[in-house]
């Protein structure tokens, strides 16, 4: 017996002793420090709370500081260790300051959840250019820059996890609404997650991302007042039904913790089957 695993007779591999094997202990995030942009609310602040209940250190970034320090203060009142920075992502020296500023005050950064961004629901031909890289911007050139700070402290520790926020749409090109540079910059998501997967994987960090469907959160709030739309998703779901927020949880614990050790470069989609049509 090895700790948890005993070694087969047949094959002379460590496998799992039934009797030891403790599997909960795979979405463990104690000692960690888990860093999430965007997190004041939404699938951000879903993050928060699943990996702080993990047994994680919570580093909660926003742009809007008062909504982060009511999270905060939450996650306290429920024995979080967990700390909130204002934080703009488009503006890099502010992400390397907050970044380095996380190091001091928890000592790491383990997981990375890059999360903050938004949407542009003008048609194609009548956006400005400005407006469309202003969504490339915040969605995609600073999840990179993100990925890349936090990777200079994880590679020092040889081990890390890097979650990207993509979306259904990084995947597919459709919806009841035109969303051009949301598209791209999720599509660019999915595949910056491959590429970093590839370039990191030997040396200790993996790098994945979800693909959410229609989640509750204020960027479909829009929906309640348009019932064709809000129907059209339903019926092209196969569970013909919006994601609760609290939804993602799982997916997101999944891929931070070790559960998921041998995942990378992967996007778990979470998506009540709109991908598989």
Known sequence: MINDKTIDENTGFLMPSAKHFDVLKLFSLENTTTLITGSAQGIGRVAAIACGKAGGKIAITDKDFSSAKLLEKELHEAGINAKAWELDVKIEENIIKVFNEVISTFGSIDVLINNAGTANRSPAEEMKTEDFENIIKLNLTSAFICCRTAAKYMLKNKKGSIINISSIMGVTGGGPAPNSP????????????????????????????????????????????????????????PLKRLAEVSEMAGG??????????????????????????
């Open 182 to 237: 949301y598209h791209a910059s999720k599509g660019g998501l999915v595949n910056l997650t491959r590429s970093l997967a590839n370039e990191w994987g030997s040396r200790g960090i993996r790098v994945n991302s979800i693909g959410p469907t229609y989640t509750k959160t204020r960027l479909v709030k829009q929906l309640n007042a348009d019932k064709e739309k809000l129907n059209h998703i339903i019926e092209r779901t």
């Open 252 to 277: 997101i614990l999944y891929l931070a913790s070790d559960a998921s050790s041998i995942v990378t470069g992967h996007t778990l989609m979470l998506d009540g089957g709109w991908s598989a049509i």
